[in-house]
């Protein structure tokens, strides 16, 4: 079974940016991390590519994110603009 859920990837990539520098941490330290280079981590938070789910989730377990939450801000931030 597969759900379609249209998100805001900037929106995400934007609360991963924030939370990445109120905790001081590198775009590096996050690359290594998920395993990705930094360029590609940092095209994440540019929204520029779509991160995956399993990386999503290792994302914000490593800043104190709920991914749920961010999907969810994301989701309606989307839903806004589109309407």
């Known amino acids: ?3 379609h859920v249209k998100v805001n990837t900037t929106e995400i990539g934007k609360q991963l940016r924030n939370r990445r520098k109120n905790r ?9 991390a998920l395993g990705c280079s930094k360029s590609t981590y940092t095209y994440y938070e540019r929204g520029i590519s779509s991160i995956t789910i399993e990386n999503l989730i ?3 377990d ?3 994110l709920n991914w749920i939450e961010v999907v969810y801000n994301a989701k309606n931030i989307s839903e806004r603009t589109t309407q």
Request: glycine share 6%.
């Open 58 to 60: 290792k994302a914000c």
């Open 62 to 64: 490593l800043l104190g």
């Open 1 to 3: 079974m597969y759900f």
């Open 24 to 32: 001081r941490l590198s775009a590096q330290f996050l690359a290594d």
